[in-house]
Every structure is written in structure tokens, then in C-alpha cells.
């Protein structure tokens, strides 16, 4: 099974950026398409970006368009989140996950995950 490892979190202060970086274990968009998604404290799934093996073009939750993007080089199997314009709210534990591709863009949005990442932990201070 493809495995998803997650780096990159930190703290930061507000209006400051992060990025953040997966790598898979193996090519993975025959079967799945990648996104990221969030959990704040006490919050549940939150979508928060996807993007597919043919194309590299990013699709966004209304709270982070703008500011966030979301990129990928699938020679080295790797998923990049560049968080800009970060606010307290965006504070949560984001994961690094695999949707089945045949069903990517309603998957993504329900959080029916098919592999994540253990995430790593965003913090941003007022």
C-alpha cells in the first residue's frame, strides 16, 4: 500500500507562510488523486486542497483560496502545500491524503480518505 510521510509544519506568526511537503512511497495518481486536508483543535475533517496526476492545476476550499497552493513533481512522487497569508484559524494538524480518483472531487470534500499521511502540525499565532 502507498505510503504518505509529511514534513514541513512549524509555527509562525500571522501573515507569515509555511510550506509543507509529502512524499509517497510509490507513483500514486493511477489510482488515486492527492490532496491535503486540516484538523483544528476540536474540528472536524476539513478539505483544503487537491490536485490530479495530469494536470497541474489546484482546486481549493473557499477559506484558503488566495493564499494557498498546492503543487506536486511526480517524477520524485512528491506534494507541496506553499501556505501564505496564514491566520490563526488556520491553525490544525494537515494531512497529506489519497482520494480514489474516480470519485476525487465529492471523496475530497467528505473526507472519504483512501491513505493519509501521520500530519504534521501547523501553528500560527496572532
Known amino acids: 500500500q502507498v505510503q504518505l510521510v509529511e514534513s514541513g509544519g512549524g509555527s509562525v506568526q500571522a501573515g507569515g507562510s509555511l510550506n509543507l511537503s509529502c512524499i509517497a512511497s510509490?507513483?500514486?495518481?493511477?489510482?488515486?488523486?492527492m490532496g491535503w486536508f486540516r484538523q483544528g483543535p476540536a474540528k472536524g475533517y476539513e478539505a483544503v486542497a487537491r490536485?490530479?496526476?495530469?494536470?497541474?492545476?489546484?482546486y481549493y476550499a473557499d477559506s484558503v483560496q488566495g493564499r494557498f497552493i498546492i503543487s506536486k513533481d511526480n517524477a520524485k512522487n512528491m506534494i507541496y502545500l506553499e501556505m501564505n497569508g496564514l491566520k490563526p484559524e488556520d491553525t490544525a494538524t494537515y494531512y497529506c491524503?489519497?482520494?480514489?480518483?474516480?470519485?476525487?472531487?465529492?471523496?475530497?470534500?467528505?473526507?472519504?480518505?483512501?491513505?493519509r499521511g501521520q500530519g504534521t502540525q501547523v501553528t500560527v499565532s496572532p
Open positions: 491524503a489519497a482520494y480514489w480518483r474516480s470519485s476525487c472531487t465529492n471523496s475530497w470534500k467528505r473526507g472519504e480518505i483512501a491513505i
Open positions: 510509490e507513483y500514486t495518481y493511477k489510482y488515486y488523486c
Open positions: 490536485i490530479y496526476g495530469d494536470s497541474d492545476k489546484g
